[in-house]
């Protein structure tokens, strides 16, 4: 298995693409699961059934590859290198360990390594995006009240 993430190619893009908007109408017509085909190299065909979580979730992947968005899967039990977590957050290594520090997100220890789960980062990011919104309806609120023509 190729492990090397790198950005599709305009033709994989396309294809990416064409194939999302085919499942998708797949999916809306035909209810709980679905059944494909695929042939090996060998000519051989494979028949397998695909339930909707799994389909819906391939579809999001096509999707993204097909807007040319590199994609990356990880479970939601999944444990995070505090690199893995700053770079979820787009924030530096540093000043992710100030929030485990700061006791702001949780965390376990393995020996001298901290680990933290998925879920507790996307906790915290969800509560970032909300309070910047909730800044955001703020100054709108006070641009209407200084009549600041916004």
Do not use: W
């Not at 396309?14 to 042939?39: H, I, M, P, R």
């Not at 485990?100 to 995006?129: A, H, Q």
Request: hydrophobic share 40%.
């Amino acid at each position: 298995m190729n492990t090397s993430i790198r950005i599709p190619s305009q033709e994989e893009a396309a294809l990416a693409k064409l194939c999302s908007q085919e499942l998708a109408g797949v999916l809306a017509t035909n209810g709980d699961e679905q059944s494909f085909s695929f042939t090996d190299k060998l000519g051989n065909t494979h028949a397998l059934t695909l339930p909707k979580p799994a389909l819906t979730l391939f579809i999001e992947v096509l999707t993204q590859l097909g807007e040319g968005n590199i994609v990356q899967i990880t479970p939601i039990h999944a444990e995070l290198t505090t690199q893995q977590a700053a770079d979820m957050l787009n924030m530096s290594r540093p000043t992710f360990i100030r929030l485990l520090d700061e006791k702001i997100i949780p965390f376990s220890r393995t020996g001298n390594r901290r680990k933290v789960s998925y879920s507790d980062v996307m906790k915290y990011k969800e509560e970032l995006l909300a309070n910047r919104l909730a800044s955001l309806e703020e100054l709108s609120a006070l641009d209407q009240e200084s009549d600041m023509g916004y």
